[in-house]
Structures are given as structure tokens and as C-alpha cells.
């Protein structure tokens, strides 16, 4: 996982609702397979 993930989460603090992790999961995947796509 991510550093700045936790950073972000510690930051936004009690924001961090399911809808929320949702959507960050979604970011960290669609960044995930963008830099996965560049390796290959």
C-alpha cells in the first residue's frame, strides 16, 4: 500500500467513511493498473 494512502487517510481523519474507501480503492487500483501498463 501506498505511503501517502495513510498519510491522506490520517489527515482527513473522520471523513474516512465506506463510500470514501471505496472510492480511494478505486484510485489506488486505476493508479495501480496505469503504472502496471507503463511497466509492460
Known sequence: ???YTSTNRRHKGRSTTPRNQQHENFVIN???SLSG???R
Open 1 to 3: 500500500q501506498p505511503y
Open 30 to 32: 486505476d493508479s495501480l
Open 37 to 39: 501498463s507503463k511497466l
